[in-house]
C-alpha cells in the first residue's frame, strides 16, 4: 500500500458539466483501487499555506492512473484551482486511495442499491464502472443487479451521463433519476425533490435485502437513510458518505 | 467528494463521515481504521469507525461517537508531530493489511 503524501502526474482533464472537471491522475508505484475509495488533495501556497480537501475516486482502473470529478464550490479553496486552472501535466500532492469501509466488494454476491445527492454520485460510478468491468468475470458480485436513484438539480449538471446511458443498457444495471430544480425537456414531468414514496418505488426491495450505498450532502444522506429504516430496510445494510454542506438535499 | 470546502471550522451539519479520517489516519496506522470495528468508552457502543462523526479542522480531526457524543479520536499536527489520543475507544478490532 502506499502511504503518506505523494506527488501525481495530471494526464488528463475533461469537463464533466457546467461547474465539475473530471481529472485523470497518474500515481507512480498505484496498483490499482477499490470502488468507493477517496484521495486527499493538498495544495501548498507560496507562503507555505496548505489547504487539505478530500475527493472521491470516480474510476476503476486497474494500474496506475486514478481520476477524481470535482464539483466547484464558489468559496472553495481547492475546488476551483482543481475545476478551472489544473492542466495536464502539472503535478498535485495526493495521499491514497484510502478508505475501507465505504467499497463495494465484488466477493458479496448482495444486490447493491445506489443511491446519489448530486456530486455525491462519484464514489457511486467507481463501484457502477467496477461492476461493469468485471461482469465476465468469476466473483460473485459481478453478476449481481445494481441499480442507482440520481437526485440531481437539472439534467446539465448530472455526472456521466451518456455513459451511465450506455451501462444501462445492461440488465443488471437500472439507473432512475431524480430532477430537483429543472426536468429534461419534453419530459412531462416535473422538478421535485425525492420523496419517501418516489424513493420506495424505484429501489429493489426488502426482500431482496440489497447493499445501500448512499452518498451526498449530510442532510440528503441522513433523510434517506431514515426512510429506509423506517420501511424495514436493516440499518446494518445501509453505508453512508455525507460530505457536509448545504447543497442537495433531497 | 467527501470533506466540503471549509477549513478551520466544521462544514454545515458540523460533521461528515469517519470515512474521511481514513487519509490521516493511514500516516499512523498500517491497517485501515475506518473499516475497524471501535468501542465507545463512554456509551459502549460498538461499530465501524467509519459511521463515527467526523470533524476535520486545519490541524487534525476529531471522531465523535454518534450515540453519545463523546470523543472517540483526537488527532493534531503541529509541527511535523502528530499526537493521537485514543481514550474514547476502549477497543479497534482491525482487519489485517493484505
Known amino acids: 500500500m502506499r502511504t503518506g503524501w505523494n506527488v501525481a502526474e495530471v494526464i488528463e482533464v475533461r469537463q464533466e458539466t457546467g461547474t465539475a472537471r473530471t481529472l485523470r491522475l497518474r500515481l507512480p508505484g498505484l496498483t490499482g483501487h477499490r470502488p468507493g475509495q477517496h484521495v486527499d488533495v493538498r495544495l501548498t501556497a507560496p507562503d507555505g499555506y496548505t489547504a487539505v480537501r478530500s475527493y472521491s475516486v470516480a474510476s476503476a482502473l486497474p494500474g496506475d492512473e486514478l481520476e477524481l470529478t470535482v464539483e466547484e464550490l464558489a468559496d472553495g479553496e481547492v475546488s476551483p484551482y482543481l475545476v478551472h486552472q489544473v492542466a495536464a ?10 478508505g475501507g469501509w ?27 464502472r467496477s461492476h461493469a468491468a468485471g461482469t465476465t468475470d468469476g466473483a460473485p458480485g459481478f453478476a449481481a443487479p445494481f441499480r442507482l436513484l440520481y437526485s440531481v438539480r437539472s439534467p446539465a449538471s448530472a455526472y456521466y451521463g451518456a455513459e451511465l446511458d450506455d451501462l444501462a443498457r445492461s440488465p443488471l444495471l437500472t439507473v ?20 419517501a414514496p418516489t424513493l420506495l418505488d424505484a429501489i429493489l426491495p426488502v426482500s431482496d435485502n440489497p447493499a445501500f450505498f448512499i452518498c451526498g450532502a449530510t442532510a440528503f444522506v441522513e433523510t434517506v437513510a431514515d426512510w429506509l429504516v423506517q420501511a424495514g430496510y436493516p440499518a446494518d445494510r445501509i453505508k453512508t458518505e455525507r460530505y457536509g454542506g448545504t447543497g442537495g438535499t433531497p | 467528494m467527501i470533506s466540503d470546502e471549509v477549513d478551520g471550522g466544521f462544514p454545515d451539519g458540523g460533521y461528515v463521515d469517519g470515512n474521511a479520517a481514513a487519509g490521516p489516519l ?73
Do not use: K
Not at chain 2, 47 to 73: D, K, Q
Not at chain 2, 74 to 96: A, I, N, P, Y
Open chain 1, 89 to 98: 501535466g502539472d503535478q498535485l500532492e495526493v495521499r491514497g486511495p484510502v
Open chain 1, 102 to 128: 465505504f467499497v463495494w466488494n465484488p466477493a458479496d454476491p448482495a444486490p447493491v442499491q445506489l443511491i446519489a445527492g448530486g456530486s455525491g454520485v462519484v464514489p457511486l460510478m467507481a463501484m457502477i
Open chain 1, 176 to 195: 432512475t433519476y431524480v430532477y430537483t430544480r429543472e426536468a429534461p425537456a419534453g419530459s412531462g414531468t416535473r422538478p421535485r425533490r425525492l420523496d
Open chain 2, 26 to 98: 493511514s500516516e499512523v496506522f498500517v491497517a485501515d481504521v475506518t473499516s475497524a470495528v471501535g468501542r465507545c468508552a463512554h456509551c459502549g457502543r460498538t461499530a465501524a469507525m467509519a459511521t463515527a462523526r467526523c470533524y476535520p479542522h486545519s490541524h487534525g480531526l476529531l471522531l465523535c461517537c454518534p450515540g453519545c457524543s463523546g470523543i472517540l479520536l483526537r488527532l493534531v499536527e503541529t509541527d511535523g508531530q502528530l499526537r493521537l489520543d485514543l481514550r474514547g475507544v476502549s477497543f479497534l478490532t482491525l482487519t489485517r493489511p493484505q
